[in-house]
């Protein structure tokens, strides 16, 4: 089943409003998240590299203000998109790597992704 | 700094027979991991193989295998007896290091059809 979930999985609001979207481990503690960012047709982007109790690491290019990222505990993370506009427009999907056994060295797990769309 | 190659935006397969998808990377790094993943429609990604930069056997599972080549910097996946259900994108990725900590980096895709 699923250990990595997202909330919610599609999400549509209006320009300049904020949007929030929950990823969770569901059995395992994820010290590390990290959150992706894929345009239609196009490859998964990491945004930023979350640690439970510390702020969160960005990429090069994308706006912390804009991108806010919190990782309050070992099986949350949250990722809001303040003010958003229709280029916030996106598939978001997170990652969560802790610890827990999985098929691989070093596997992370993977959220079912988040469509946000801003009109 | 770290990039994947994967130079085939759309391949074409018919059913049953084999198919390979190119990747190659760029790393300075002695450490690492490679993936391959399946995104079908519905987003979700799908793990399919993994090798480790220090596994000296190339990877296999059930239908997928890798084809790496440390020296070329290649981590090729061949698919065989392709099944229409393997019609997705398919995305090479890697990681440096070998924890799940580390960052991991994706390819830009290879669209695969599978014909009946």
């Known amino acids: 089943g699923a250990v990595v979930s997202q909330h919610p999985s599609r999400v549509i609001c209006k320009s300049g409003t904020s949007v929030k979207i929950e990823c969770r481990s569901l059995d395992f503690q994820a010290t590390t998240m990290f959150w992706y960012r894929q345009f239609p047709k196009k490859s998964l982007m990491l945004m930023a590299t979350s640690n439970e109790g510390s702020k969160a690491t960005y990429e090069q290019g994308v706006e912390k203000d804009k991108f806010l990222i919190n990782h309050a505990s070992l099986t949350l993370s949250t990722l809001t998109v303040t003010s958003a506009h229709p280029e916030d427009s996106s598939f978001y999907i997170c990652?969560?790597?802790?610890?827990?056994?999985?098929?691989?060295?070093?596997?992370?797990?993977f959220g079912p992704g988040t469509r946000l769309t801003v009109l | 700094a770290q990039k994947i190659t994967q130079t085939q935006p759309g391949m074409f397969v018919q059913e049953k027979e084999a198919v390979t998808l190119d990747c190659t990377y760029d790393?300075?790094?002695?450490?690492?991991?490679l993936f391959w993943y399946k995104q079908p429609s519905s987003g979700e990604m799908i793990f399919l193989i993994y090798?480790?930069?220090?596994?000296?056997q190339n990877a296999t599972e059930g239908r997928y295998s890798l084809n790496f080549q440390k020296a070329r910097k290649s981590a090729n996946l061949v698919i065989s007896a392709s099944q229409l259900g393997d019609s997705a994108m398919y995305f090479c990725?890697?990681?440096?290091?070998?924890?799940?900590?580390?960052?991991?980096?994706f390819g830009p895709g290879t669209s695969l059809s599978v014909i009946p």
């Open positions: 790393t300075s790094d002695q450490s690492y991991g």
């Open positions: 990725a890697m990681r440096k290091g070998e924890t799940s900590y580390d960052k991991v980096i």
């Open positions: 990652s969560a790597g802790g610890h827990r056994s999985g098929r691989v060295r070093g596997e992370q797990f």
């Open positions: 090798q480790g930069s220090y596994d000296e």
